[in-house]
């Protein structure tokens, strides 16, 4: 079983930045990628940001693409997002997700991290 944590998620003010962390107890040469989910209050959870474990290629969902960044140190079995210019639309609880090769969804999940952006 992997255990993620997600740490790093705070209040900041618009326009402002904010690094997440996601550590993991472990990964394997069967995970694929760790991705980043949103979800704020009274909305569905939303895909943010994704990168693969092996390769490094990084995706973006259109609305936060040229302010956020996604990375992973395997050594240290951690991924990070970096976010910056936030807006207030960014406020949500932040989640970090493995997937193994061939699966078609993500199998593990933190237990997310808040994130507030004030106007």
């Known amino acids: 079983q992997v255990q993620l944590v997600e740490s790093g998620g705070g209040t900041v003010q618009a326009g402002g930045s904010l690094r997440l962390s996601c550590a993991a107890s472990k990964t394997t040469r069967s995970t694929y990628a760790m991705a980043w989910f949103r979800q704020a209050p009274g909305k569905e959870r939303e895909f943010v940001a994704v990168?693969?474990?092996?390769?490094?290629?990084?995706s973006y969902a259109y609305s936060v693409k040229g302010r956020f960044t996604v990375s992973r140190d395997t050594g240290k079995n951690t991924g990070h997002l970096q976010m910056n210019s936030l807006k207030p639309e960014d406020t949500a609880v932040y989640y970090c997700?493995?997937?193994?090769?061939?699966?078609?969804?993500?199998?593990?999940w933190g237990q997310g991290t808040q994130v507030t952006v004030s106007s």
């Open positions: 997700a493995l997937k193994n090769v061939g699966d078609s969804t993500y199998g593990y």
């Open positions: 990168i693969t474990w092996s390769g490094g290629r990084p």
